[in-house]
Nanobody, 118 residues
């Protein structure tokens, strides 16, 4: 069974920083793209993604957020200069081939709450 476990969320004051971490575990053959998602204004999901050494940021995540891949199974999201509008549940997702599988499937973590408030 494949799992993604997020950590690092919490309450932070405006202007502060947080580091989110996500680690995949279980019967895994390969992991491809990993990313972090949250809701943009209007409700659509916006992503920060890392794949093959490249990174992509949605509009509201560009500039203050940095995604990094520590190893094959762990991805981080460094968040700085946080604003109240960054408050959301942040989800980790990864494209994973399970040990007995043949194709990449999308897996999601349960989410970690980030609250930016004074």
């Amino acid at each position: 069974q494949v799992q993604l476990v997020e950590s690092g969320g919490g309450l932070v004051q405006p202007g502060g920083s947080l580091r989110l971490s996500c680690t995949a575990s279980g019967n895994i053959a390969r992991i491809g793209t990993m990313g972090w998602y949250r809701h943009a204004p209007g409700g659509a999901l916006v992503a920060a993604i890392t794949s093959g050494g490249a990174t992509y940021y949605g509009d509201s995540l560009r500039g203050r957020f940095t995604i990094s891949r520590e190893n094959a199974k762990t991805v981080h999201l460094e968040m700085s200069s946080l604003k109240p509008e960054d408050t959301d549940v942040y989800y980790c997702s990864a494209q994973i081939v399970a040990s007995r599988g043949r194709n990449y499937d999308a897996y999601w973590g349960q989410g970690t709450q980030v609250t930016v408030s004074s």
